[in-house]
């Protein structure tokens, strides 16, 4: 069974940084791109960044490229996301998902607040 | 960036009634090797969403037929039959046809 366990999340004050973590499980992790997406509170989805299988390629939204590192270990079948210079309108559940054209699996989220 | 629309916003249903979503894309979802990369979600409340439809009308894994998608280019439906208690919850569109992908507004399923 894929399974798909965000952890790092929570309180943060503006321009801090936080880095939020993917365990994965069930599946060949290191076959599979990987993308982390967010839901601001009772807002719609918004993709955020994405890894290729080897890590060798990365992909950003315009709103946090330069803040935002998406990264793997794939000796560790772990996802991460370290955010830099967080401001209040990247509060959000933030969930990892896997990439695949033919279906994909997401976590259960972790919710990140930037506020004073 | 490619801009989804879903109609309606809102959608109130009968059990055992049938529901109909629109996504409008405001480009062709056709990728250049010829697939259209649409997928369709459900969020149940205070879970995270979870894959209904794959390019455009395959169901994944254990999904129902009662669910079926359809569509070409930059107009595709969901249609729900049949809508049961578990069904209720916000629909998504996304494409991933063009980078970014996107995702549409969301349609809320509530029954009547």
């Known amino acids: 069974e894929v399974q798909l366990v965000e952890s790092g999340g929570g309180l943060v004050q503006p321009g801090r940084s936080l880095k939020l973590s993917c365990a994965a499980s069930?599946?060949?992790?290191?076959?599979?791109?990987m993308h982390w997406i967010r839901q601001a509170p009772t807002k719609g989805l918004e993709w955020v960044a994405s890894i290729s299988p080897s890590g060798g390629s990365t992909y950003y939204r315009d709103s946090v490229k330069g803040r935002f590192t998406i990264s793997r270990d794939n000796a560790k079948s772990t996802l991460y996301l370290q955010m830099d210079s967080l401001r209040s309108e990247d509060t959000a559940t933030y969930y990892c998902?896997?990439?695949?054209?033919?279906?994909?699996?997401w976590g259960q989220g972790v919710m990140v607040t930037v506020s004073s | 960036d490619v801009v989804l629309t879903q109609t309606p916003v809102s959608l109130l249903i009968s059990l055992g009634g049938q529901a109909s979503i629109s996504c409008r894309s405001s480009q062709s979802l056709v990728h250049s090797n010829g697939n259209t990369y649409l997928h369709w979600y459900l969020q149940k409340p205070g879970q995270s969403p979870q894959l209904l439809i794959y390019q455009v009308s395959n169901r994944f894994s254990g999904i129902p037929d009662r669910f079926s998608g359809s569509g070409s280019g930059t107009d595709f439906t969901l249609k729900i039959s049949r809508v049961e208690p578990e069904d209720l919850g916000v629909y998504y569109c996304l494409q991933r046809t063009h980078n970014p992908r996107t995702f549409g507004g969301g349609t809320k399923l509530e029954l009547k």
């Open positions: 998902a896997t990439d695949g054209s033919s279906g994909d699996y």
């Open positions: 069930g599946f060949t992790f290191s076959n599979y791109g």
